[in-house]
């Protein structure tokens, strides 16, 4: 680009590329090139944030006396600077040239340059410098990593650190991208780069090393070691477990692509992003927004999300600071700040949970500015909350105007649909199944304090507001610790789990899910079915058809909504619960938000989300009850019975009644209730558990104590459940009070917050990620080991190609296999392909690259027995260790096997989906029927191998099917493609064209025994011109006769054309003239490799150019010299003659996979 | 032999949701039934003092979530383990597969030190019910290919068989604590039964 004209004095590292009289091109000496100088200055270009431009053209005024250069232009390509040179060149030497005085001459092209440079910026939005570096920094990652753009690897951020590679330091660059972490560091020669995807990473820790401030990555065996300078470490830290999370949730929510995520980002940002409203700067139309903004706006609004309960797609517009009104004191302001959201208003107190308020702003009915204060703002909501803001300052305007254009815009739309349910909708069934009346026998002191308690509930009611709009306050918090009143609990549940806002936004979603869930069937419904009667039997609700009709529905309809958590057990205890206190559509979205925001990943495949949290909560305790961790760590009892607390809610693990006022807290306060609960629980019992000796004892007393807890409040209790331990012996032991045990866990363990919670839940995930994908391969390879002739090691190193995919240009690809997380990871064709031909040594031979493509297609269907589009690592062995370790008769049947698949058409492409050979694949050729009958029949030979679990034999076992010309011809060029690896073998070459030929003479032979023994085909035999070889293989015998066939081997058939004898010569000069057309065209293979054998050959048969040109030649030949066209054979003339051949049986026995070190 | 140490024998249920492994371990324990349980969620146990050739042990059972998504969870409860019982419901051919996928996962979690030779113990639920749907000969069959486990078939309903079987799952059990504390070094307590489940006496037809 041009530049502002500058003086350069000094050039000692530039060398000049062109010149002129007037300008000069340079071009910077790169580090790549040899010399002390490239050396010294690529250690300094590392070291240094910007690298200058490798191009740049310099204007150059010479005088008698010196000479003066300034740049005018530089350029990262030499093409980009070519162009500014051309323009040069063309637009300027000739007005220089005009010029009398060389002075002149240069101040005036130093002013054009100056108006080109104005007018370049004029086109460009300005940059600031930040973006400008930015842009620096991309660059030279892309450069240092020689990522090509298709690869759409974008850079995060980039930070200056320094490397700890056993003593010595290594500064350089460590550059954040979606996908991976990526460190250069080039110091006098010698470079170093690491990449590591997230997906690699197993432990991500923030410590000091050698009293720096240090970042400590391991990937599995490799540690490494960063160290900053500066304050960058912490933010390095947060951002790399931010990426390394987001990747491990993309792959736990099954959409592994990088692209959808970035257009998750880049959709985030796309609406009016996150700022402080106090910023000046307006966002401008700047289309490239930084990556890492993106990725910081995320964080904000989750977080914030999170803290407001709102829905998962809010966006948040901006926060700033203000004051509210205290309703209850007006001369009370509290100081926080306002979340302006795109459909709420919110405000969080700066003393933590003093006071919060979120605003639907559909509720807002009126907003006005306050007369007495010019920074003050009043807001009315139709249920008359009334919450004056102030200490606004000058940004209430802004925020006045942000509220009134929403409300203008959608006023008038108040939905009001009253839909009408197909099926009745089931009320809370505390009120059809109230507690027997024995339990009303409460004492007029119960009665009391449950009086006295609604007080309370009501004044704070009156005080604060009810409804979505209430001022969530201290005493709010105080109220629900002691239990909300039942009849407050559905409202209370709805508002504070934030479930609420989805079902006012999804009028009617639940009925219509319960609709679909009549007609449609899902595997999980069976679980659920199953499970319905072992919810909460011990409620009388739950013992009728009413309670368990009602449970059914709000788990299918969860099903249907989310199909990748579907139905995990515990789901139905939980469920059931809820409905005893509301009624089934707020169950269903109360459960929603369980699931999907509380309590993340939870009912997940593999539970992974309770798995995270049962590492949390060690954490937890390791943190604030140490010395107990310390001996239940050693009895190895906490990850056996918190799952049980933890996935129910201690429904399971308490009386419901006891439970019940857990989930109050769980709904108003979040996750950090439980492991609250959790710590407490065991601080509780200290005395007692330091005692126990075993996990059985710990276990046993833990069960015991919680099956004590009693809900005094709510008598509703007393019947138990579960197979008790201490049955009998509970009567002996004083029981325990649920509030007591809440109010101790405020006490003790009150300052355990959501945040810390979550940001643990980070730090575990990817732990956890890593433990059950080793899981997942120890299970995979146990499985292939028994069934394989490779050895541990060796499956290891495929198991870890086969999930990392090939390495290109020594960067591993991002991880594409398919399946559910930890389980059987399976690839499609486009990963197989590559792994195929990785292993079999096919990539490294160049000349048949594109016929070893179709080849692995080949396999591919060969290996995809289920037909599902993708071949599991057990399928993939089968092949590779037939491959590697089989002996020759494995392979002539692999070999055999490869070319029985309808695959390769006509026009010698193979189809493009390669999952779905049906009938729409098949319509493209036109040889439909021939298609359908093979395929019917490998389907058949398929549905055979399916059932063996033996899959080493799984080749051998069957009975392949005859192979038609047109596969045999295929068969041939794959010998043929093969034997180029092995060059100058003319003993081998020989074999390869005496097989042919025998073969091709026994498929004749079997044909005529066909025809002759089936009068009804003579009419296709009068039929001279022959469409499609393949067609009439309509024909083809059954297995059965065609061994007959063969038996009784016929005379030759008068009825040809040519002379039989000649036909393997022509079929074998064809086949090497295209094999040399194919040497000779890549051009380093000797040329006399090939050597036509036959002097008298055809010269009329045009050589074939195409990869395909077997399979044409193969038609040419049918087309002139009518061979018959039902010609086959059989599999066993197949062997017998290829084991004639010496050396065609010596080279596929050598013939191995090449790769394994 | 009077410096016996108290002998405690681990035993894991394992099988698909719904097979009965909760009926089952509480008919043993407390002898009673009853359809009210919950679904099990993690883990519990149970334990129950036996007599075994004059040897007073006790067994600690230990009940498991069927669902396939806990299985990753097992590693916890495995460790230690002296026998695992393989349970499948009759009625309910997919829980008589799916034995395999939990044989397999239990010496993986587990990992026994001789895998070959860790003692399971299979039992067929529910036989009280009409709708059978896998025939005796075919369980047998699959127990045979894996090392001759011993096969019963049982219905913790009606209480059949249920105390014959945990008596062999117990014998079982004790050999291998037998086995085990051999090799970590502990004076072998009790003699090793010759051969006790070979005989498929408790096996109903």
Redo the contacts between chains.
Sequence with gaps: MWVQPSEVFFAPFWSVERANPFFSLQHRVSHKENGFVAKVLGTLDTVRESKPTPYRILLQMRTQDFMMSWVVAVGHSKEEIDYYWNWLDSNMISTLEAFDDNVEACSFARAKVESLVAEEEFRRSPADPEMKRFDEAERRFLETFKISSEERERLVNYFSCSHWNSKLPRHGWMYLTLNRLCFNAYTFGSELNIVLRWTDISHLEHTTFRMMDAIIVKSGKDRFVFCFISQQGERCFQQLQQLANECVQRHLKHTALPEESQNEVSRQTKKPSVRLLTQKTPIDKREKFLLKNKLDTKKLTEEKIRFFRLPKEELLHGHLRCSLHNPSNKEDAIHGSVFCFQNFLCFESKVRERMWIVIPLLEISVIEKATFSTSALYINTRNQICYIFDDLSNQRDFLWKLISDFLAKTSSTHHNKASVTPFEIQQPLHIQFPPPPSYFQSTSETERTLEEKEHAWEHHFNMYGRGVCMYRTQELWDLVHKGILQKYKPDIWMIFSGAIFYLNSNPGYYEELVMKSDETYLDSFEDIERDLHRSLPEHPAFQTDIGIAALRRVLRAYALRNPSVGYCQAMNIVTSMILLECDEIQAFWLLAALTERILPDYYNAKVVGALVDQRVFECLAEQYIPELHARLDSLGVLPMITMSWFLTIFINAMPYSSAMNLVDLLFYDGCKSLFQIGLALLDLNRAEIMKCTDDGETMSLLSSYLERITNVSNPHSVTRHGPGHTVGALANQPSIDILELIESANNRFGHVTNEMIEQKRNMTRIHVFKSLEESARKSVLRGVINGTLFTQTELEQLYQLFVDGVPEDGFLPISKTAGAPFKEQKVDCTIFCPLFLYLSGWSENEKSGEYGNELAMQAFRLLDTDIDGHVSFKELISLVSLLAKGRLQHKLVLLYCLHIMPALDSNGLPPDIPDKITTEDIDTTDKKDLTTTIEKEINACLERRKRETDFSIKFLSSNPPNLTMEQFFQLCKTVQHLSIIKEDNEELFRAIQEFIAGIIQEGRNNADSTNQQDKEVQQTREEILITSPAKDTLQLPTVESSEQSSRTSSSMNDFELVDATDIPHLITNNLSIDLEELTSGEGDTPENQVQPKNPSEDLSINPPTETQAASQTGKQFTNQYYLPPDWFITFDQFLAHFEQHAPLCEFLSELTIISLQ | MSARRKV?LKVIILGD??VGK?SL??QY??KRFT?????????????KEVMIDDRLVTM?IW?T???E?????G???Y?GADCCVLVYDVTQPNTFKTLDSWR??F???ASPRDPENFPFVVLGNKVDLENRAVPTRRAQGWCETKNNIPYFETSAKEAINVEQAFQAIARKALEQDAKTSCDIGLEPNIPIQPEPAKDKSGCCT
Excluded at chain 2, 35 to 47: M, S, V
Excluded at chain 2, 69 to 73: A, E, H, I, K
């Design positions: 405690l949701s719904g909760t371990m509480n324990v407390n359809t009210q349980y919950k679904a099990t969620i993690g883990a519990d146990f149970l334990t600690q009940d979530a069927g669902q998504r806990f299985q990753s969870l590693v916890a409860f460790r397999d996962e010496l993986i979690q």
